[in-house]
């Protein structure tokens, strides 16, 4: 069975810090991709970052450059998404989904029908 489970939300203050995490199993982990993405109350999905397992290779949404670090620890098939300096504006439902292959260059943060899987989501609330 194909899982995808993201973990590690909350409310946090302005400024403050969350590490996310989105365990994997049920599928060739190395062989995929692992994208972030984000919905806000009323709002469209959004890429965040994404993050290809066979290379390491990164990228991320210009909106949290420099704010946000993704990251994998392999053997445990878990891929975290590290946020700093969060702003009210990054308050959303955090989602992480897989896709096989590398992330695509163009368009892994919009064309969420690429990802084969998707997890069920975890809250991230940013209090001002």
């Known amino acids: 069975e194909v899982q995808l489970v993201e973990s590690g939300g909350g409310l946090v203050q302005a400024g403050g810090s969350l590490r996310l995490s989105c365990a994997a199993s049920?599928?060739?982990?190395?062989?995929?991709?692992i994208g972030w993405f984000r919905q806000a109350p009323g709002k469209e999905r959004e890429g965040v970052s994404c993050?290809?397992?066979?290379?390491?290779?990164?990228d991320y949404a210009d909106s949290v450059k420099g704010r946000f670090t993704i990251s994998s620890d392999n053997a445990k098939n878990t891929v975290y998404l590290h946020m700093n300096s969060l702003q009210p504006e990054d308050t959303a439902v955090y989602y992480c989904?897989?896709?096989?292959?590398?992330?695509?260059?163009?368009?892994?943060?919009?064309?969420?029908?690429?990802?084969?899987?998707w997890g069920q989501g975890t809250q991230v609330t940013v209090s001002s």
């Open positions: 989904a897989a896709e096989w292959g590398p992330c695509r260059d163009s368009t892994w943060y919009s064309d969420l029908d690429e990802y084969d899987y």
């Open positions: 049920g599928f060739p982990f190395d062989d995929y991709a």
């Open positions: 993050f290809s397992s066979g290379d390491g290779s990164t």
